[in-house]
T-cell receptor, first 114, second 113 residues
């Protein structure tokens, strides 16, 4: 069974631009969660999507948004990029959700904002 | 701000020694999960604890969830070089209809052979 895939793996953007990251979950998994990982703040939960609906969310500003498609693939969008958005963005998939089920993480997208 | 404190931040042990990392939350948690992340890798789910006072074992790893569901620990007996990595706890906090996964900053374990 293929694992969680994320594209692109690396991205360089400048302040003010926007970016879209993609996550393809393990086949059959309906839940996709997104996380931001930085050395100073550690891992922070962004949001979880389940069956195309946002089910849970963290404390990030509205510049961070996401969506999930009918095939469970998910995208995360960050608008008006700031320097502090530089981070490793991880997605994780599970069958029934982050509360009840093992989450499998993808390799991440490393975003650098200049 | 960070609501789950994890200590120590770093731990350096000799192979064969034991290792423990602790997580403390300012609020009651619904569940707590533990993950391991190898250098350059991504987090790998280890276990989830749900019940107050729960203890679970996976070979040399012992996980505990406190009676008040505000703290948890991971203990590794007789560490091996393959245990190297950062261990994270992540607590699930429920607020109304929303659930958030709140992560500790992790404990980085180094093992000298």
């Amino acid at each position: 069974k293929a694992g969680v895939t994320q594209t692109p793996r690396y991205l360089i953007k400048t302040r003010g631009q926007q970016v879209t990251l993609s996550c393809s979950p393990i086949s059959g998994h309906r839940s996709v969660s997104w996380y931001q990982q930085t050395p100073g703040q550690g891992l922070q939960f962004l949001f979880e999507y389940f069956s195309e609906t946002q089910r849970n969310k963290g404390n990030f500003p509205g510049r961070f948004s996401g969506r999930q498609f009918s095939n469970s693939r998910s995208e995360m969008n960050v608008s008006t990029l700031e320097l502090g958005d530089s981070a490793l963005y991880l997605c994780a998939s599970s069958f029934s959700g982050l509360l009840t089920d093992t989450q499998y993480f993808g390799p991440g997208t490393r975003l650098t904002v200049l | 701000g960070q609501q789950v404190m994890q200590i120590p931040q770093y731990q350096h042990v000799q192979e064969g020694e034991d290792f423990t990392t602790y997580c403390n939350s300012s609020t009651t948690l619904s569940n707590i999960q533990w993950y391991k992340q190898r250098p350059g890798g991504h987090p790998v789910f280890l276990i989830q604890l749900v019940k107050s006072g729960e203890v679970k074992k996976q070979k040399r790893l012992t996980f505990q969830f406190g009676e008040a569901k505000k703290n948890s620990s991971l203990h590794i007996t007789a560490t091996q070089t393959t245990d190297v990595g950062t261990y994270f706890c992540a607590g699930i906090r429920i607020a109304g209809n929303n659930r958030k996964l709140i992560w500790g900053l992790g404990t980085s374990l180094a093992v000298n052979p």
